[in-house]
């Protein structure tokens, strides 16, 4: 949770990063850039997941034996995620 509040904190596209333990989502400004950002990360092998009233949150589960390294490896692919939906 710290790892992407640090890293998508300064986005203007991203409302809110919010979770609990391992469950984390992060709210973009819309469900069209939610689908894009998923689309991407399914490119990059990161399956994540929508939520939300309008399906503009991310969900990211992942399971409990994910490793710090993969958790780094996710975070830099969501950002670079984020960073091809808002172009």
Known sequence: ?????????????????????????????SGTQAKRVLAESLAKNLLLLTC???????R????LVTTEDEVDLAIGVIDEAIAASEA
């Open 60 to 63: 990211i589960i992942p399971p």
């Open 1 to 29: 949770l710290d790892g992407l509040q640090d890293r998508l904190g300064g986005r203007s596209s991203v409302l809110e990063v919010r979770g609990r333990a391992m469950m984390v989502a992060v709210e973009l400004e």
């Open 52 to 58: 939300g009233t309008y399906g503009q949150v991310v």
